[in-house]
Structures are given as structure tokens and as C-alpha cells.
């Protein structure tokens, strides 16, 4: 099994990770943890930055990997695909504003824009676990069986 083939699994570990921080980060916060909170969002912020480099390594050899579920399964899926989608585009600027404020110790304004940044980047990573299960795991392609 060549390394590109193995890519998807990398990028759903690094997802997987990205929500172990988000959640540790939040829970930190809460018990007034600062900078073990400042540690586990900026973790969370590298594992991102790394699932987006393998993502697109391996979109950029192989193109798209079609979905064989039928049904309902299948809307289900588009469904999941479009709104993880268009939300990860949607955070990036919201999660570099929401580390500015924190730069700037703005904090009012940091909490105010983190409570939308941490559920949405935290939909996006969760999502990103459940597409990898769906397309890869639950109805893999005869051409990428074995998740890769
Ligand atoms: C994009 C990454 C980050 C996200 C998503 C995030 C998320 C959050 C959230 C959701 C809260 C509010 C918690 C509540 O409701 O009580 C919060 C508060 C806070 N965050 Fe972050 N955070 C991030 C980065 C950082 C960084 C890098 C620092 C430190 C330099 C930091 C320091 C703080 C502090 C001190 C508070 C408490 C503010 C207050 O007293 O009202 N955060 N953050």
C-alpha cells in the first residue's frame, strides 16, 4: 500500500485529534485553565494546518473519490459533505480573528467571537471524522478499499 493510499486515515487521525484539543481547550477555559487552554487551541490550530496539507497532497494525486452509498445514505452524505464544506472555509477567518483577540488580550471580544469560532471549527473536525467513516470505511469504492 503506497503512502498517498494511506493519507485518508492520517487526515482523519489528525481530525480526530483537532477535537480532543478543541474539547480539552474548552474544558480548560472553563476551570480557568489559561494557558493550558492557549496550548490546546494552538495544538488544535497545528493539527488543522497539517490535516489540510495532507488532504491536499492527497486530493492533488488522486482527484475525488466517488460515494457508492444509495438512498437515503447518500443524501445523508451530500448533506454532511456540503455543510462540512462550506463551514471549513468559513472558520478560517473566524479562528485567525478569534486568535488575534487573544494576541491583543481583547478578551471581551475573544470570548464573544470564540463561542461561535469553537462549536463550528468543532462541527468541521467531528464531520471531517464521519465523512472518512462514510466514504472510506462504511461504502468504499472498489478502487479504495482497505481505506485507502
Ligand atoms: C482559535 C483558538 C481559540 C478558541 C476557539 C478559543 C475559545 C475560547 C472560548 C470558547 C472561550 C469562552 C469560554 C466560556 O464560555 O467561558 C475562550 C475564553 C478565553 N480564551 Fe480562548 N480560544 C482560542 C485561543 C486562545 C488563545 C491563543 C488564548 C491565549 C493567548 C486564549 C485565552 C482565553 C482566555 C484568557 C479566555 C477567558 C476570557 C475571559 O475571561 O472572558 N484563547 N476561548
Known sequence: MSIISRLPLLNAS??????????????AIRRRRATLHQRCMLS???????????????????????FTGQGVVRWLYF???L???VLAVVIV??????????WRADWVRHRRLA???????LYVSVTGVIIY????????????????
Request: include cysteine.
Open 14 to 27: 489528525l481530525n480526530s485529534l483537532s477535537v480532543l484539543f478543541l474539547l480539552s481547550g474548552y474544558v
Open 44 to 66: 488544535a490550530c497545528a493539527t488543522s494546518v497539517a490535516f489540510l496539507m495532507s488532504y491536499l497532497t492527497y486530493h492533488y494525486y488522486t482527484g475525488s473519490t466517488p
Open 79 to 81: 448533506a454532511i459533505l
Open 83 to 85: 455543510s462540512h464544506t
Open 93 to 102: 477567518p473566524l479562528v485567525f480573528l478569534t486568535l488575534r483577540r487573544a
Open 115 to 121: 463561542r461561535w469560532t469553537f462549536p463550528l471549527w
Open 133 to 148: 467513516l462514510m466514504l472510506y470505511q462504511l461504502y468504499p469504492s472498489s478502487s479504495h478499499v482497505g481505506g485507502s
